[in-house]
């Protein structure tokens, strides 16, 4: 089985900086990209950042200047650098990876999602 493991967040003042960790683990070959969604109370879960095995970066417009994605996917391992952050940012961030893996007899290349960490902006 595979495992993402989210770690960093918690509560922040307006303009303050959190960086969240996320860390996949099992019976792992490569990943493909990892990524950070977030979801907010009464909103759908929406995409924040994505990174690829190349290191290609994505942001959604609403951090980009602000967030920076990181990682090293070979290490299954990817970052969220986030900086003045606003009250709207309030939301669990999740991480995501698209990797393959093996396990009964097959190699399988599926998405597979951490249970989420709380961010919260606010004064």
């Known amino acids: 089985q595979v495992q993402l493991v989210e770690s960093g967040g918690g509560w922040v003042q307006p303009g303050g900086s959190l960086r969240l960790s996320c860390r996949a683990s099992g019976r792992i070959l490569s990943i493909n990209g990892m990524g950070w969604y977030r979801k907010a109370p009464g909103k759908q879960r929406e995409l924040v950042a994505t990174?690829?095995?190349?290191?290609?970066?994505n942001y959604t417009n609403f951090v980009k200047g602000r967030f920076t994605i990181s990682g090293d996917l070979a290490k299954n391992t990817v970052y969220l650098q986030m900086d003045s952050l606003k009250p709207d940012d309030t939301a669990v961030y999740y991480c995501?990876?698209?990797?393959?893996?093996?396990?009964?007899?097959?190699?399988?290349?599926?998405?597979?999602w951490g249970r989420g960490t709380q961010v919260t902006v606010s004064s």
């Open positions: 995501n990876a698209d990797l393959t893996s093996w396990g009964n007899h097959e190699i399988t290349r599926t998405y597979y």
């Open positions: 990174i690829t095995s190349g290191a290609t970066t």
